[in-house]
């Protein structure tokens, strides 16, 4: 599966992203107050391929004390190209 995955992305086209936000966070200590879930998502309207990558060095062993955490997030938005005019924009005449 994973051989099929490297080909698909090589034989795709890379495009950069309309829109795109890198941020990295060094956190000397977390204290985790509640359980639950986290999302980070990006949406564009028209989508053509909206993406969010996240690496961390959390471990998964339920503590609420973390010590110097690193996470890095990557979110990318790219925009369908236009079928004509949006609603919400002038027409150029």
Do not use: K, Y
């Amino acid at each position: 599966m994973w051989i099929a995955f490297a080909l698909a992305a090589q034989a795709a086209p890379a495009t950069l992203p309309d829109i795109q936000l890198d941020a990295r966070v060094t956190a000397r200590r977390v204290e985790i107050r509640s359980s639950g879930e986290a999302r980070l998502e990006a949406r564009a309207q028209p989508d053509a391929g909206s993406d969010v990558r996240v690496e961390r060095n959390l471990p998964r062993d339920g503590r609420r004390s973390l010590r110097n955490i690193d996470i890095r997030v990557r979110a990318e938005a790219r925009l369908a190209g236009p079928e004509g005019p949006q609603p919400d924009q002038p027409q150029n005449r």
